[in-house]
Every structure is written in C-alpha cells, then in structure tokens.
C-alpha cells in the first residue's frame, strides 16, 4: 500500500501531540495558550528530559523512527514544527527507512 | 555477574566543535570552555544549583580556575564545554576534567563530566546537546559518577550506559542503635526532635551491646595502621592490583594534587587516610574516607590485594568505630561487593548514578564486571564545588 495514502494528515499530527503535550507537561496548567506555533522549548512547557519522551510519543504514535541528528529545535520546535517533520517523515517517497516497523508481540 | 548495555554508538557524530556560528540552524552554538567564561558560569551555577559549598562568589570562581585549568591533566583536545545563546549568553556549560589510565598495561584517556547546567530558559536540547558532544570526543572512556535522575537519562539517551553495580552503596553500621535511628529520623521535624531526645540513651545501648559482645564488638585487626600519602600510594599500586584490567595512573605525579583537593572537600568532615599493614609488616592495601563527629563515615578509596580485602575493611571500620563515627558507607566496587558482603554490609540503589560510556566494548566490560579499579577518586566525587 502506498505510504502517501495511509499517513496522517498534518492536522491530526499536530492536534495528537498538542493533546500529549496538554496530557502530559501542561496539566497543572490547564490555562497555558498553546498556538501551533508557540515554542514549547526553553518556555518551560517542556525541558531536557521532556524531549526524551516527547521523541518516544512520536515515534510510538506515528509509528517512525526519528534519528538523534533530527531531534532539534528546527524540528521539534513548535507544535507546527513537529507536524511538519513528522508528515513529511510519514509521507516521504523511497525506502521508507524512516518508519519503523511495528512491532508484533 | 548480569553486565549493563555495553559500548552503545552515539547514534551521530555531531562533528568537532567549531568557534564559527552554528550552521545547522539551531539557535546558539556549543564551544570550548575559555577561561574568561569562568565569571558567567559561576553565576550560571549559581542560578542553577541550590547547594554550594563554596559560598562566596570569588571562592567558587577560584575553584573553577584550580579545577578546570591548574589540574595535572591538561589535554587540548578535552575542554570542557559551554553553550552560548543566540543573544552570546553562557547558558550552558558542561565541565570535563581528562584522566589518564592503564587498560591492560596500555594508556588510554578518561574524560569525566561534571557540572552539567543549562539556564532554564535554555532548557529542551541543550543539555543533550552537551552531552552528545561530550560522548563524542576523542576520549576512550567517559565517566561521570555524581549523577542525578534527569542526568542519567539524558546520558542515555545519547547512547550512554549506566553501572548499576557502581551506582549502588554499601553502608556498614558501627554504632547500629545511634545509626538506624538517625535514619529514621530524617524526614520530619517531629522525627529529628524524637531523635535528638532519644540520643543519649541510644548512646548507652550501643554501648551496652559492645560490652555484651556479638558482632558488635569491634576487636583491634591483626596488623597495624599508618598515615598513607601520595607517594606510597603511586608506588604501590600496581603491585596491589596486580592484573587488574583497567587502573589510573598515579606514578604521574598528580596524586599529591588530587589528593589536596579530595581533602578540600568538608561535607562530610576530615579526610583520614591510612595504609594497612598485615601481621608480617607487609602492606596489605590502604583506604581513605571522610569522618566528621558521630555521624556516618563516607569512603573515598579502598585499595587492596585480592587476599587482602577483609583485613583493609576490618582496619577501616575498626579506625571509624574508634573515631566516634556510626556507620562507615561507600560505593560498591564490584571487586569487592563479596568482601563487603561478607563484613555484614548493606546494599542499597539510592543517591547518584555512575554513568559510563566507551566505543570499545572491552573497556565498558572490563568496568561493569570488577576487572577495573575504578573509585571514587577516579569520578568525580571528590570535588566540591
């Protein structure tokens, strides 16, 4: 089946991790504005060790393996920045080396 | 002996650093620590960080220059590392110290880390940033033993590894009523005023239950004590570890500095340092640890031929029990976990984690399995900052 038909849309990307990071990092702060492009690094929404699960979240809900040289700020940035690194992962032609296969068990 | 993940790759090499401006588009840019930096990582520490031991702004701005460029060990290509923001702020800033070590008679380089901070403006990818730098340097081997929770994460999640072995601690009761009661009396003032009401009688049942014998009682080991310095220490011990796969150099001459600087450290009291000799007059092995009042005594180093390990800890605790102290407490070596054991000593995964990390399999193995000596005078425990 061809990948550019079966990934999400970068709207359900971008509102499944707003929800994880609301979920997750915000939820003592139920009233924190968080724009699509408002930053989520070194403004306190998440730190160091957020990022870590933060990668963990995408590669487990959008099913792809994100290499260490992609995990920056240009990518992981904003909400907006993550639902444009993990679409065009998702939808990306060739190989496909950038999913990872699920896992059978 | 189950061994933690050993030798994991980086999973990139980010490239040397550079003094040119980042071009990958990340904001700010890491590079070498410089001297003149010193003031504004003080007052980044001192943002960062609760605990000082050096009060003063000019104490701690002169230990960072004694540490980080009057050591022994100076390497060009190991500096520590600081993250600049965009704005050319030092908001970053990890501190490396360079080891020299033997790994099966070879030299190999150590770099330890320490100090690891990020100005929490900066937080989210520069302390992975840090360390992912840090890991892929030119080192053999890279350590970092003072460890807390987010540190060891990140440190993994760059391809680091854990010693769980080195991040456990032994404790070994002196004065057992005094000790466990001290214990449970931390966590509350109701508790510690219980505590300090009950002293005295505890003072008296320790007491007691020395003069009624049992494994109380702490009987003179055979053998004899004497004070230990530098170089002894250098000279013997190659001959004490023997085989021993992995070991630092101390025949350098940096011992009398390090060993300075280990007894600057006064949280937890007055470095005592003795060397152990056995009935024939023979030197058996040495140990070095802290003791302050009746409190617990925290080991920096325990040195010992194999056959020798139960009289150096006997000689140890003896020392400690007849210096007043409660308990005597230290990391676990796996080399001597058996000994220790052995003497009645507890286990226990609290505190700070030792992080470890090589390219070469060998090396990680060679720690993880006891065949390095590898103390805390190796780490990074012994500073104080």
């Not at chain 2, 040495?286 to 925290?298: A, I, K, N, P, T």
Request: proline fraction near 6%.
């Amino acid at each position: 089946m061809d990948q550019q038909t079966t990934g999400p849309a970068q709207s359900e990307i971008v509102d499944r991790t707003r929800a994880y990071v609301r979920e997750n990092f915000l939820y003592m702060r139920p009233d924190w504005k968080l724009g699509d492009e408002d930053p989520l690094l070194g403004s306190g929404v998440i730190d160091s060790i957020g990022v870590i699960e933060l990668v963990e979240f995408l590669q487990d809900a959008f099913q792809l393996a994100i290499a260490e040289e992609e995990i920056t700020e240009r990518n992981l940035g904003t909400l907006g920045a993550i639902g444009r690194f993990v679409y065009q992962k998702c939808h990306a032609n060739g190989s496909g080396g950038s999913l990872r296969p699920r896992q059978v068990a | 002996m189950p061994c933690e993940r050993l030798g994991r790759e980086p999973t990139t090499a980010p490239g040397r650093l550079s003094e040119a401006p980042a071009t990958d588009g990340e904001p700010g840019r890491l590079r070498s620590f410089r001297r003149e930096d010193i003031p504004e990582v003080v007052a980044l520490r001192q943002q960062v960080f609760q605990f000082s031991e050096r009060e003063r702004t000019e104490r701690l701005v002169a230990y960072l220059e004694r540490i980080f460029y009057d050591h022994p060990w100076t390497q060009d290509d190991l500096p520590s590392l600081v993250y600049e923001d965009e704005r050319g702020r030092v908001s970053g800033f990890l501190g490396v110290i360079p080891r020299p070590l033997l790994f099966q008679g070879a030299p190999i380089r150590a770099a330890v880390a320490t100090q690891l901070m990020v100005a929490p403006e900066s937080r989210g990818l520069v302390g992975r940033r840090l360390f992912r730098a840090f890991l892929t340097g030119p080192q053999d081997l890279s350590l970092s033993d003072t460890a807390n929770e987010p540190a060891r994460l990140l440190w993994e999640s760059v391809g680091g590894s854990v010693s769980v072995t080195h991040s456990l601690s032994w404790t070994r009761a002196l004065r057992p009523c005094r000790h466990y009661a001290s214990r449970a009396s931390s966590g509350g003032a109701v508790r510690r005023l219980a505590w300090l009401t009950a002293r005295p009688l505890l003072v008296v049942a320790d007491a007691l239950a020395t003069r009624l014998g049992g494994s109380l009682v702490q009987h003179a080991p055979p053998g004899s004590t004497e004070p230990l310095d530098a170089a002894v220490m250098a000279a013997t011990l190659p001959r004490l570890l023997g085989p021993r796969a992995l070991r630092p150099v101390y025949e350098d001459g940096s011992l009398a500095w390090l060993l300075d600087q280990a007894a600057d450290k006064r949280q937890f009291g007055e470095l005592r340092q003795r060397l152990v000799r056995g009935p024939g007059g023979e030197v058996t092995g040495w140990f070095l640890y802290y003791r302050e009042g009746g409190g617990v005594g925290q080991v920096l180093q325990v040195a010992a031929r194999r056959s020798g390990q139960a009289l150096v800890l006997r000689h140890l605790f003896y020392d400690a029990w007849r210096g007043g102290l409660a308990a005597v407490a230290g990391r676990v070596e796996p080399a001597w976990a058996a000994e220790l054991g052995a003497q009645r000593c507890w286990f226990e995964r609290t505190g700070p984690w030792m992080l470890i990390h090589s390219r070469r399999t060998e090396i990680m193995h060679a720690i993880v399995c006891g065949a390095a000596f590898v103390s805390r005078l190796e780490g990074e425990w012994w500073l104080s900052f």
